[in-house]
Structures are given as C-alpha cells and as structure tokens.
C-alpha cells in the first residue's frame, strides 16, 4: 500500500525525486485520516519554501490539516484540477491526486524510505 518508489515526510507527504523536480502529495495514510476531502489550498507558482515549512492546507468533511514542505525549493506547477476535484486525492493519493512540483534547492534531508514511513503509520494508527 505504501509505494517503494517515493520518499515520505513523518508529517505524511510523499515526494518523487526525478533530477532536480520533486512531485508532492499527501500519503494514503493521510487522505484516509482526513476522509473525503472538500478543499485544497496550494501555494503559487514561483512561491518558495523550506523543508518543513507550511505551504499549504486540506480540508474535508472530518477535520483541517495544514502541508509541509518536504524539501526546500521553488514551486514549479500546482495541481490545478484539483481547485475543482479535491476528491482525486482520496481516490489517487499517489497518482492523479498529487499536489504540486518543485524544483529542489540543495539535497532533500530527513525524508523516509517505504519501510520507515510503514513503521510511522504503524506507530500512529495503534
């Protein structure tokens, strides 16, 4: 349930690392906490941010949640269909549902593989 191909933030975005671009969503795990999602607010193209920095907010029917950034860097293209289908996250949290691009600054840092992401969930699921 939780792709080997990406990298994971412990506040529960996903990153794909291709070159310099990084493609930025929220995890399986956090779309499922949220429920179905009504809202998403997402930064500017052009916008930038540090690691760990808020860029952004979902919300649903359930609860509000503020997203990280899990890499610095400058904002390169955002998600746009998701403005009218913020349900594409619930339904492809890994694929149509991804939120935004950037264009890395420096090397990612403190970012998890797959099996340490697992163990994160694990942890606060119980």
């Given at each position: 349930?939780?792709?080997?191909d990406?990298l994971y933030?412990k506040?529960?975005?996903?990153v ?12 399986d795990?956090a ?6 999602l ?7 193209v052009g ?17 509000a ?13 955002v998600n ?7 349900e594409k ?9 991804w939120?935004l691009?950037?264009?890395i ?7 998890l ?6 163990t ?6 119980h």
């Amino acid at each position: 349930m939780i792709p080997d191909d990406l990298l994971y933030a412990k506040s529960h975005e996903w990153v794909l690392i291709e070159g310099d671009i990084a493609t930025v969503g929220i995890t399986d795990f956090a779309q499922e906490q949220l429920g179905d999602l009504t809202f998403v607010e997402l930064p500017e193209v052009g916008d930038t941010f540090e690691a760990g920095s808020e860029m952004g907010s979902v919300e649903s029917v359930k609860a509000a949640s503020e997203i990280y950034s899990p890499v610095s860097g400058e904002v390169i293209e955002v998600n746009e269909s998701l403005e009218d289908n913020p349900e594409k996250v619930n339904e492809e949290p890994y694929g149509d549902g991804w939120l935004l691009k950037f264009k890395i600054k420096g090397t990612p840092e403190g970012l998890l593989d797959a099996d340490e992401y697992a163990t994160v969930v694990e942890s606060e699921a119980h």
